[in-house]
């Protein structure tokens, strides 16, 4: 019996009829979303005369163009630092506050980075908040991420069953294989969804030479 492992990358057919949007949502982690949080950050520290430096502390949402040149729309939380505004030192080599103590804040910010002449154009606003307890700290995913879903979804058995039969079209397999068991299943939106799933499938009793497609007379075998 033969068994596959298969991971599948799929976009949902809603990609191709979408019409493309002037920003998709990016990874909260993504080494430009950070460039450009940065740039924001670097400026607001800039602007301002006295008091102590702010660091960033979460990216909470991000969005990007695509190409060239990419404009980002950002939301990202700060936390004041002990480092003094007239030190000049990059925030990144900052400790944060005592949390207790801290001034912290959240920023919306506009960056449009130019990649040859590696240059920002950067329009935010930033709230600080003095009294950190009244601040009502909530959990923000990352709407650029994987994010777990049902495997039983219609949506799902749609993307495999094409999956499955392009694997059994295309292998050089004499059997056809069927599914077996969904290890995972996950999504996340760009233009539409994208999906990533995890699934087996196991080598059936019908052979391509008598069946061009999966039946119900398809079993799994015990044969190889």
Known sequence: ???????????????????????????????????????ALQKYNGDRATGNQFALYMVMEAERTAGPDPQFYMKYRILETSCAIEENKSWQECHYKPFAEAQTGECTARVHMNDAEKTSNVSQDCKIFSDVSKIRITEVPCLGCYHPISSDSSQVSQILQKAI??????????????LVEIKQAKRKVVNGWKYKIEYEIEETNCSKEEFPDLTPECRITSRG
Do not use: G, T, W
Not at 15 to 30: G, M, Q, T
Not at 168 to 174: F, G, I, V
């Open 165 to 178: 039969q392009k694997f059994n079209k295309h292998s050089d397999e004499p059997s056809l294989f069927k």
């Open 1 to 39: 019996m033969k068994a596959f492992i298969v991971l599948v990358l799929c976009c949902s057919f809603f990609c191709s009829r979408a019409i493309p949007l002037p920003f998709e949502f990016s990874d909260c982690d993504d080494p430009d979303v950070f460039k450009a949080v940065d740039a």
